[in-house]
């Protein structure tokens, strides 16, 4: 009995030891899990931060992109305000060249008048407007 009571201690103790042994060897391995997973996060914190650079790279084209469609749109607004305004600015180069046409028409009158006039006097101017066709 005695010898099974040494054993039976003996077998505690040992257990005992060999618990601590594996308590030890669970904890060691739960930092080494630790240490991967922090690892394994800090990878991936670097995949997000060259993410988040590409993605900021995408936003600066896409920023150069409506530059150019704003800067085309204006483009299109001039040439549009221009098409549309063609007739009108026909219509006003036209009456002033229609009234430019007038005052000349009546500034010919006024000489055409005074010639006659002159040659109704004059017998030789007379005999010239006639050559000319204008009396």
């Known amino acids: 009995m005695k010898k099974l009571i040494v054993m039976l201690i003996t077998v505690g103790a ?22 991967d997973m922090n690892k394994r996060f800090e990878q991936v914190d670097k995949r997000f931060e060259q993410i988040d650079k590409r993605l900021e790279q995408v936003d600066k084209r896409f920023e150069q992109v409506d530059k150019r469609l704003d ?24 009456d002033k060249r229609d009234a430019e046409e007038r005052k000349s028409f009546e500034y010919v009158k006024g000489i055409l008048f005074v010639l006659r006039e002159m040659a109704q006097e004059d017998e030789k101017l007379a005999n010239r407007l006639k050559a000319a066709s204008i009396l």
């Open 14 to 35: 040992l257990t005992t030891l060999f618990a601590q042994d594996k308590t030890e060897l669970i904890l060691s391995e739960i930092q080494n899990l630790r240490a």
């Open 71 to 94: 800067f085309m749109q204006n483009i299109l607004y001039i040439l549009m305000g221009l098409v549309f305004s063609s007739p009108f600015i026909a219509l006003y180069l036209r």
